[in-house]
């Protein structure tokens, strides 16, 4: 394969790792083809799934309640499963990671179907565009409003709760910001709330609209400006920068690469999908220091161990239980910083679970907690990755595996040799590699 | 794929050690000599309605505000003239009685968050409402280098997912539901091979991963080889509570080097019908705890051994129309050991004239409390890892 090492660090960074199919298709692509052909985006919505009215909501009873927040509870498991189900089957994975990272980056909890629905399209939607269209389309967005209590946000009685965090998390950080401005900002955003029907509304009994001191400008500012007011800060671009390359490169900053990432979010109009391109098709991105130097968050593991197997089917609920118990749950972070990630997705008892995935993926264990019911074609791997010139060790290991130096570990390569060397299954030696430390990397 | 293979795979791969040279199997003390004090944090999940545990039996709000919860005034345990216990907590009596329960009235801190989830973040980090931090108090004082805070197990969880209270920068707690679980899921065949392996990765988390897994099959090989030595004539409920409570015993009394175990009880959140539910929940956290306690007492380990129970937040005054009650604010924290300075009720409770809004103020901060624990019990310097001083109370 031409660009090999190039596409599959692409595949891991914008997707979910390189699957059998990627292989065969990019075969003889430059990386530069795989990023455009990545490019070409798929937006449309998740699923429908009905808002429903709560307008009635205040004339049921405590069981009523409890029942349908149930039910909700339920059915929004469903919405993750469709999400998650996307990300395992859909060709081109890109909008759907990047929507994953924006989850984190605008974290909610979210415990409606409907709300849960419309905050993901939100993210898929604007994920890709101007980074100040999303931000509005967040301030907006019932569910964020209600996690964030920006509900009870009113002209003299203010909640600064949603302002402190669009300022401190989602926009500016930490020193680039007075308290006073997250009172004035707060003042900005009061009576931006939301209906029982799920809807955006201002309710200007609740709106103040004196004036307000915000980053050195005033006017009877709304929202809206005190969104352009921030995006009009380089701070911003700096830390959107940092936010991206934390995620997308490097755990550890470097402050030159993340000061030319700004630069080109300054310079483009905070334009998220062409920055993101830019570099996805640098020289820098692909060097070994930044290649398998990340341990996967769960969702990746989870994800990339069905693409990378070809798996057809598998039980969604088992999956989430699974991504859950190694600490993230899709529409529920942690709080309202997202998840850390790095070495903080690891403890003696998520590290055991993750080596363990592929035996609770393929043993096919007669489990009553957890019964993934996978189908797979990992019997087939050979097939698509084997070339007529290579080691089937060697192919097999540089597919499964993302460390460029995984061959260094002898201990690795004498267990391999040992249990799988005898009868030269591929399927086995696909699974024992996705058992290991190693694989935890991407 | 073949079953047998891949059971064969399976013991390799969960349990084989590939680890780089550098990494060496860790030598964990096996002296018999005892090592000190230990701590046990009991949490109850969900926000413990702390007005019916600690009743104020003498005070006509409390009926008022209650017409179907309130416990009657002949059936709590009374501790005093104006406070008693509710009457499943017989065992808890019988230690008050002892003098060695201490009771903490009006726990909490400034701008109280009702959301279970904030709350037990704000409880774990010690952040206080204002601010979110990412690792928890426990977490912080393993990071603070004391001594013995390498061992791996220095902090156990008896559990299934390690609490953010446990989590620091570079260190974490150990995490297991149980020792023999924990060691099944890690026997080792090549522990031998370990220190031959030659090459590291280039990659410091990867060595991460290798390190952290080292350490657990050799915590687990240790915690389970302590656990088979326990001996004891005490009987434990047949409940999870009690189970929980009993592996942490059995640690204890075999001296295992762990200083610090967290037990959690959930089901607390009774906003409908919580006579019955609380009931039943503290029957188990009683009958569990006196167990333990016996236990302790049995071993002679019960002065050498500081339990503390606390909720994230305590429930409404007023009950609700579904004979509940709502998330509220303060609440009580109770201190056990077989030797207090202070032992009985520390503080006055709440009179429930001064609410606010419906609810407990609180007197103490929790994070004083933390501190005592910090500084007089685990002896390390409180005010670095809270990153603030509070108050001492002289419990300890």
Sequence with gaps: MKDFLKIKHFLNRAGFGMNPENYRIFKNSSFEQVVHTFFEADTRPLIYEEMGDE???????????????????????????????????????????????????????????????????????????????LVLAMAQNPAMIRYLNNQQNRKGNPNENFTRELMELFTLGRGNYTEQDVKEGARAFTGW???????????????????????GQQGNFGGEDIINIILNKKECAT??????????????????????IADLLWNNGFHIGDTLKSI????????????????????????????????????????????????????????????????????????????????????NPISKKLNLNVEHQLSKID???????????????????????????????????????????????????????????? | MDRRKFIELSSWISTSLWAPQFIKALDLPRSSSR??????????????????????????????????????????????SDLGLNPALKGIKSIYEQGQLCLINGVGYPNPDRSHFRSMDIWHTGSGSERTWETGWIGRYLDSMCNGCDTPHHVLEIGDDL?????????????????????????????????QEKAPSPHELTNYLYKTMVETVSSAEYLAEKSKAYASPITYPNTKFGRDLKQVAQLITTDAATKIYYVSLSGFDTHAQQLGTQTRLLTQYDEGLSAFVDDLRHHQLFDDSLIMTFSEFGRRVKENGSRGTDHGAANNVSLICGKLSRPGIYNPADGLEDLDNGDLRYSVDFRS?????????????AKEILKASYESLGII
């Design chain 1, 55 to 133: 307008s009635h909501r205040s004339m049921q009873t405590q069981e009523e309640f409890l029942k349908k927040r149930k039910r909700n509870i339920k059915n929004t498991a469903k919405v993750r499963g469709a999400w998650i189900e996307r990300m395992i089957h859909v060709e081109n994975p890109l909008i759907e990671r990047v929507s994953l990272f924006w989850h984190g980056h605008f974290a909610c909890r979210i415990i409606h179907p409907g709300l849960a629905t419309q905050y993901l399209n939100v993210l898929r939607n604007y994920g890709m565009g101007g980074f100040k269209d």
């Design chain 2, 35 to 80: 090592s000190g004090s230990n701590l046990i944090i009991i949490q109850l999940s969900g926000g413990n309605d702390g007005l019916n545990t600690v009743v104020p039996f003498t005070n006509d709000i409390y009926y008022a505000s209650r017409p179907t919860l309130a416990i009657e005034k002949n059936s709590v345990l009374k501790l005093d």
């Design chain 2, 369 to 381: 409390i933390y501190t005592e624990l910090l500084n007089s019990w685990l002896e390390v310097d």
């Design chain 1, 193 to 215: 709330s939301s209906n029982l029907k799920g809807e955006f509304v201002i309710r200007p009994f609740f709106h103040d609209n004196g004036v307000k001191h915000f980053l």
């Design chain 2, 163 to 195: 609490n953010l209270a446990m989590k620091g920068n570079d260190r974490k707690g150990f995490i297991l539901s149980n020792t023999d679980t924990l060691e099944k899921t890690t026997r080792s065949r090549f522990i031998k091979k370990l220190a």
């Design chain 1, 280 to 363: 996805f098709l640098s020289d820098w991105f692909y060097d070994d220091v930044y290649v398998g130097n990340k341990i996967k968050s769960p969702v990746e593991l989870l994800v990339g161990v069905c693409r990378q197997s070809g798996t057809q089917k598998i039980n969604l609920s088992g999956l989430q239980y699974l991504s859950k118990a190694m600490g993230q749950a899709l529409f529920n972070p942690p709080n309202v910083a997202g998840w850390p990630g790095g070495k903080k997705w690891i403890d003696n008892a998520t590290l055991s679970m993750r080596l363990n995935i592929p035996t609770l993926f393929f043993n």
């Design chain 1, 239 to 260: 830390f959107l920068a940092t936010s991206i390359f934390k995620y997308f490169v490097n755990e550890d900053l470097e402050q030159d690469k993340i000061s030319s």
């Design chain 1, 383 to 442: 097939e698509y990755i084997l070339d007529d010139q290579q080691d089937p060790l060697e192919a097999i290991a540089n597919f499964i595996l993302n460390s460029t130096e995984w061959n260094k570990n002898q201990l690795l390569m004498e267990i391999i040799n040992n249990v799988f060397g005898s009868d030269q299954d591929p399927a086995n030696l696909a699974i024992g590699l996705m058992s290991t430390p190693e694989y935890q990397m991407c």
